[in-house]
């Protein structure tokens, strides 16, 4: 079975940085895509940011773009990283990990494979 772990979060003050991790299974591989996604407390998941399995290309939500980064681990093609920079307390939100094959779907129903999450909270 396909399997997404997400890792990194924790507590950070406002203005602070954090880098989450995501590994996925040896199944997501190669032309799948990899995003993440965020829900605050009494919301449904948003799209934050997402690399496409077809071309590698990197897309951004408006909210992340310009503080937040992804990366791909070239050696460990599996493991996906998320660096926030500057965040503010709308930050605090589980943050999910989630691949579906091609193109990156920032529509969160139409991603198969999810990891549980991890909890980053920020403080004032």
């Known amino acids: 079975q396909a399997q997404l772990v997400e890792s990194g979060g924790g507590l950070v003050q406002a203005g602070g940085s954090l880098r989450l991790s995501c590994t996925a299974s040896?199944?997501?591989?190669?032309?799948?895509?990899i995003a993440w996604f965020r829900r605050a407390p009494g919301k449904d998941r948003e799209f934050v940011a997402g690399?496409?399995?077809?071309?590698?290309?990197?897309?951004y939500a408006d909210s992340a773009n310009g503080r937040f980064t992804l990366s791909r681990d070239n050696t460990h093609y599996k493991n996906m990283y998320l660096r926030m920079n500057s965040l503010t307390r709308e930050g605090t939100c589980v943050y999910y990990c989630a691949a579906d094959r091609y193109a990156v779907k920032p529509d969160h129903s139409q991603n198969t494979h999810w990891g549980p999450g991890t909890q980053v909270t920020v403080a004032s």
């Open positions: 690399v496409s399995g077809n071309n590698n290309a990197t897309s």
């Open positions: 040896a199944r997501i591989v190669g032309n799948y895509a």
